[in-house]
């Protein structure tokens, strides 16, 4: 009971079931109507981010609502684990059902977008220097002489 309680918490707050997109839209709307020149294109493009924005506005509802009855269950000493997975398998079946739907649109967005409207609009990552790597920091008053 104690696995399955610890499970059923972990999915439910802990583990993510949103794309990275999905925490940037706002941005991803703005970069759009910065980037794509095109009346038809852009208009294109924001109602697919649009659509992105329900699918994930609707998860988030569906999950809150699964939350509430989940913490109900769990606070019942005489929950037994199949109960538990009963309440889970529609969210995990809806989140699972949502990220296929974002990924669809995402690839819808990258028809309606030219590959330069593309990566203006989703800009590569700045990544930091890998762990091994050697960074040389210069010191002042160093450089020379040891005292």
Do not use: C, H
């Amino acid at each position: 009971m104690l696995i399955a309680t610890l499970t059923a918490l972990y999915l439910l707050f802990w583990s993510s079931s949103s794309t990275p997109l999905m925490s940037n839209l706002d941005q991803v709307e703005k970069r759009i109507k910065a980037n794509v020149e095109d009346a038809a294109r852009r208009e294109q493009a924001l109602q697919i981010v649009d659509r992105m924005e329900d699918a994930n506005k609707a998860y988030w509802t569906q999950r809150e609502k699964a939350a509430k009855s989940l913490a109900a269950l769990i606070g019942n000493r005489a929950t037994q684990p199949p109960a538990l997975k009963s309440a889970l398998d529609p969210l995990l079946a809806d989140a699972s059902r949502v990220r296929a739907q974002l990924v669809d649109l995402r690839f819808q967005l990258k028809s309606v977008l030219t590959a330069n409207e593309w990566a203006a609009v989703f800009p590569p990552p700045k990544v930091a220097p890998s762990a091994g790597a050697k960074v040389k920091v210069a010191r002042r008053g160093t450089e020379g002489s040891r005292s």
